[in-house]
């Protein structure tokens, strides 16, 4: 059996990984100054971080069509493909998989959506283990997801809550933390939803946190750096983590950018990691 497999753009995945398991990525949408943009074309990551702070009206974002899902099934079934795998953002936080479920009705019998209750490498690392034991077939596919799933931990140190408290996606007693004497707060993606896990009241603190939180996670058998358009305090803590815990986490780790979709909710500055437990 030939399994196909479909995410959405805020899975993060790198290009060098999308081709080298042949993944499927369906783009989100970003409306910047009235202008859709699909992710990953018009505008870069860095230059969209970078103009952030200073919009007048604040960015929005969409999810996909079902049209574009329905296009990425045929082009996977057209291929040879027997079954499709269509892993997606928290459905707590996005209409993503509503979306891709009600076009998977057009295919009956042919396309399993899953709600990874993440975001970003969180979504991104259950892709990744299901392209790798697709070849198995249906079961092994979405059993690797389920194991990926219970390994998971996706923690933040956001610069500042008005992005979240703008974007309506954060419970109001979260948000209610962030308003408080300009301190940084700190969150974690819990059940597909949005966790404060505390404050701090500088950027060093957070980065702090930050490593205590991922030496606390143990040996880790996958490992992504995430930043909002902050490169420098990224690198500094990637430094950090290899200079500290070198033995417990894997050799290659990811550094990425978090797509423009994602930090129009978190805004820019902000530092995180996606990590699986072996």
Same mark, same amino acid.
Request: aromatic share 4%; charged share 20%; hydrophobic share 40%.
């Given at each position: ?30 409306? /910047? +100054?009235?202008? #859709? !943009?699909?992710?990953?074309? =018009? ?6 971080? @970078?103009?952030?702070?200073? &919009? ?101 140190? /956001? +610069?500042?809550? #008005? !992005?979240?408290?703008?974007? =309506? ?6 948000? @209610?933390?962030?308003?408080? &004497? ?97």
């Amino acid at each position: 059996m030939k399994i196909g497999i479909v995410t959405d753009s805020t899975s993060d995945l790198p290009a060098y990984l999308i081709e080298q398991h042949e993944i499927q990525v369906v783009p989100t949408i970003l409306i /910047l +100054d009235g202008k #859709e !943009y699909a992710d990953g074309t =018009g505008i870069s990551r860095e230059e969209f971080y @970078t103009r952030l702070p200073s &919009l007048l009206t604040p960015p929005t974002t969409a999810a996909p069509s079902m049209g574009d899902f329905a296009r990425s099934y045929e082009n996977l079934l057209s291929q040879g493909c027997d079954h499709i795998i269509s892993i997606h953002a928290a459905s707590q936080l996005t209409t993503i998989i509503n979306v891709a479920r009600q076009a998977a009705q057009e295919f009956p019998d042919k396309v399993t959506c899953v709600d990874s209750g993440s975001l970003s490498l969180g979504l991104g690392f259950q892709v990744i283990a299901a392209a790798e034991e697709a070849e198995l077939g249906l079961k092994p596919a979405l059993d690797a997801i389920e194991s990926t799933r219970k390994r998971l931990q996706v923690s933040a140190a /956001l +610069d500042t809550m #008005e !992005y979240l408290k703008r974007s =309506g996606r954060v419970p109001s007693a979260v948000a @209610t933390l962030g308003g408080l &004497l300009s301190i940084k707060p700190m969150i974690e993606l819990v059940d597909g939803g949005v966790k404060a896990i505390g404050a701090v009241r500088t950027t060093k603190q957070g980065n702090e946190r930050m490593l205590k939180l991922l030496l606390e996670a143990g040996t880790l058998e996958r490992l992504a750096i995430l930043h909002t358009g902050a490169e420098p305090r990224a690198r500094e803590f990637l430094n950090t983590v290899m200079q500290q815990a070198s033995q417990s986490v894997p050799r290659d780790i990811l550094m990425v950018n978090v797509t423009t979709v994602i930090g129009t909710h978190v805004g820019p500055n902000g530092l995180g990691f996606a990590s699986v437990r072996k």
